[in-house]
């Protein structure tokens, strides 16, 4: 497992963009796939996107496709999700995940997780 650290939260207006940021330990995030999920208030938590171990395939929730963008820094240990365009109903916790090489839709399939960051879209 890998600790994760999540950062870039915040309460922004719609239309807006914010970048999240999740910071891994250890030596071996090179070899984990990393998932970015959120959980709305009252709402079962969701995928959002997804990376490779590689960074070379990525994957996006439809209701985020076009807006975000993940990515992943190795040297850096770091995990992005850039949001551009944001709407109220992307208000959410957003947690990072980990799981070994291959990305993954499904929550279950990460073994670990982050503590969360809150981002708030106002109309």
């Known amino acids: 497992q890998v600790q994760l650290v999540e950062s870039g939260g915040g309460l922004v207006q719609a239309g807006d963009s914010l970048r999240l940021s999740c910071v891994a330990s250890?030596?071996?995030?090179?070899?984990?796939?990393m998932g970015w999920f959120r959980q709305a208030p009252g709402k079962e938590r969701e995928f959002v996107a997804a990376?490779?171990?590689?960074?070379?395939?990525?994957y996006y929730a439809d209701s985020v496709k076009g807006r975000f963008t993940i990515s992943r820094d190795n040297a850096k240990n770091t995990v992005y999700l850039q949001m551009h365009s944001l709407k109220p109903e992307d208000t959410a916790v957003y947690y990072c995940?980990?799981?070994?090489?291959?990305?993954?839709?499904?929550?279950?399939?990460?073994?670990?997780w982050g503590q969360g960051t809150q981002v708030t879209v106002s109309s």
């Open positions: 990376i490779n171990w590689t960074g070379e395939n990525t």
């Open positions: 250890g030596r071996t995030f090179s070899s984990h796939a």
């Open positions: 995940a980990a799981r070994p090489y291959i990305a993954s839709e499904r929550n279950y399939e990460y073994d670990s």
